[in-house]
């Protein structure tokens, strides 16, 4: 189909009257906040498997691994690996086996997508272009965490407890593991024994298993710095080690669980997000140089859970923060929310905007692949999976939906429910309106006091001025009063979004940050 309009991005904002909103609002500039955010679906995956795991997108932005993966044990029913492009074109197999437990597949892809790898928790396999083969087969399900150096040439793995190979030829004990990728130099990068030594304590108080669940284990693009998570003594701690087992050093301690870490593509920086011992947040985010150094926490009582991704860029500069979709500036702390929910039209559920779990990036932190339809219960129709790229800036997919003239006023209005302002904006698209509405910011954050579950209308109702006019409206943009802070004044950044879906079944979005909506004390 068409488009109806052309590629209209709606940075400028035109005037409508003194209280319109002529320009971005004031987030730091080093988080591009006056770009327009584009989501498009990039899958039509049919209803088979349910789930895509957790998909890896590539460093260049390129390419995306994602496994569908039954986890019967049975030959006729194997995990199945798959690349795709982020434009959606070029879904290739790459590797199917039968899976040596009852158990789903960890998935790494190298900076150029050209290698994949993965993990049933039992072997580890590799696909390049000389093709798919095992590197590695374990006697038990002992790997928890897999990740392969951006350069494609190193493979590590966390080894849980004490194992063996399946013909029993080599001993693994529990810590962190490296393999080349053509399968040989299989070394162990540290160990419970390492882990004793460095924090002075026995190797019994180690404990049985070197780490739980999570992400505990990252590596650098070049495969020569590695930081994991282990337990040792009364809680788990944070380790830095060289990739070729030198320098173990500590970065955190007295911790309850290290649920993920990440490091910088260049090695310099480290994030992790971690438990607590009580009373405390029930979870912290930090980076600290690899080196060591003093924490410093960018976010906290997030409850972002054990298996989302935390990713760094490569120069350390922006961290990615899922499923909550925190884009963080490392530097100054301030935080830009990438997905907020647009309420949908007529019943239609929103899928691009809501929330992005399981989202990786781009080495440049411009380009994010997501899950859509991952709610997963016992009461849910738990239909098909799909992928998503979400893109800051940059040139918009053809069907991406248009927003301009973006208006807002008055742009001031008083707490609790006295009185309201009206948001404004002429939006075009291709195929089916699905969502079409706006959120509201409150220090980069979604601020459910303002404007919640505001969708904008064309059909001569909620201030809309003439039906069908693509002039979309809505003048109860209200303080609700619920969930009241201290101090509840304040500017708010109000994001226009829309998202349609094309005659292909594709849904693609567009929002855009387009001006400050500030509460006051009174009238």
């Keep these: 189909m068409h488009r109806l ?75 199945r690996i798959f690349v795709i492009g982020s434009d959606g074109g070029g879904l290739t197999e790459v590797d199917a086996y039968q899976t040596l437990c009852f158990c789903g ?13 993965s993990t049933d928790s039992v072997q580890v396999r590799i696909t390049d272009p000389g093709g798919a083969r095992e590197l590695i087969v374990l006697a038990s399900n002992e790997i928890t965490s897999l990740v392969i150096a951006g350069d494609g040439e190193t493979v590590f793995f966390l080894v849980r407890r004490d194992t063996v190979t399946s013909d029993s030829a080599t001993a693994l004990p529990r810590g962190v593991w490296a393999i080349d990728a053509d399968g040989s130099d299989l070394r162990q990068v540290a160990g419970a024994e390492d882990v004793a030594e460095a924090l002075g304590v026995t190797i019994e108080e180690t404990g049985c298993c070197f780490h739980g669940d999570g992400h505990p284990l990252d590596a650098a693009d070049d495969g ?9 003594g009364e809680g788990e701690h944070v380790f830095a080690v060289d990739g070729d087992g030198g320098d ?26 971690v438990v607590l011992p009580d009373p405390g947040p029930n979870n912290e985010v930090s980076v600290v140089p690899f080196a060591g150094g003093e924490p410093e926490t960018l976010a906290s009582n997030i409850s972002s859970g054990f298996d989302e991704p935390l990713q760094l860029s490569e120069d350390g500069s922006r961290l990615l923060v899922s499923p909550n979709s925190y884009f963080i500036d490392t530097a100054t702390g301030a935080i830009r929310q990438l997905a907020v929910l647009t309420p949908g039209a007529n019943g239609q559920t929103s899928l691009l905007v809501g929330d992005m779990p399981r989202a990786t990036m781009d080495a440049e932190a411009r380009r994010f692949l997501y899950v859509i339809r991952s709610t997963r219960c016992a009461d849910c129709p738990n239909l098909q999976e799909q992928l998503a790229t979400l ?49 509201a910011l409150r220090d980069g954050r979604y601020d459910l006091n303002v404007g919640r579950d505001t969708i904008l209308h064309d059909d001569g109702t909620m201030g809309d001025a003439a039906a069908n006019d693509g002039v979309f409206t809505n003048d109860a943009i209200l303080h609700v009063g619920a969930e009241l802070r201290d101090d509840d004044t304040g500017p708010r950044t109000i994001r226009f979004q829309a998202e349609f879906e094309t005659s292909d079944g594709l849904r693609h979005a567009i929002a855009i940050d387009a001006g400050t909506l500030t509460v006051i004390a009174g009238p």
């Design 391 to 439: 893109d800051i800036g940059g040139e918009p997919h053809a069907d991406t939906p248009s927003i301009a003239s973006a208006t807002i006023d008055p742009t001031e209005i008083p707490l609790n429910y006295v009185s309201a302002a009206t948001a404004s904006a002429e939006i075009t698209g291709t195929g089916t309106p699905i969502a079409i509405g706006i959120g």
């Design 105 to 117: 597949s960890i998935v790494d892809i190298s900076a150029d997508g050209a290698t994949v790898v």
């Design 248 to 273: 173990l050093h500590q970065l955190r301690d007295g911790l309850t669980f290290v649920q993920r870490v990440a490091i910088s593509g260049d090695g310099a920086l480290v994030a992790f997000d």
């Design 224 to 232: 020569s710095k590695v930081v994991f998570g282990a337990f040792a």
């Design 5 to 79: 309009a052309g590629p209209i991005i709606g940075l400028a904002l035109t005037l409508a009257g003194p209280a319109s909103i002529v320009a971005a609002q004031a987030t730091p500039a080093s988080l591009a906040a006056a770009e327009p955010l584009f989501s498009n679906q990039i899958t039509t995956l049919e209803d088979d498997s349910g789930s895509v795991g957790y998909p890896v997108l590539s460093a260049d932005g390129t390419k995306a691994v994602f496994v569908e993966a039954p986890g019967t044990g049975d030959p006729a029913l194997p995990n």
